[in-house]
């Protein structure tokens, strides 16, 4: 079993790749990464996608649209 940490490290990288445009689609990649793992909640995805904002990784603009950090 993953901790919230481990988890959030697993979905940092992999959903800078994915990229997805609207919070919506944010909070379903983040929930289908765990699906062959027994699957989380959407409690603990809002956790994990919250975590991703206070580190800066991504932010919800003013349109509603996902941004991403770019990587030095």
């Known amino acids: 079993m993953m ?12 959903i800078i790749k ?6 919506d689609s944010l909070m379903r990649a983040v929930k289908t990464m765990f699906n062959f793992t027994g699957g ?6 809002g956790k994990i ?12 603009s003013e349109a509603n649209r996902v941004e ?4 030095a």
């Open 18 to 23: 994915l990229a997805p445009k609207k919070p």
């Open 40 to 45: 989380i909640d959407d409690i603990e995805a």
């Open 49 to 60: 996608v919250g975590n991703l904002k206070n580190q800066g990784i991504i932010r919800i």
């Open 3 to 14: 901790s919230f940490a481990e988890k959030v490290d697993f979905v940092k990288p992999r």
């Open 68 to 71: 991403y950090r770019q990587e």
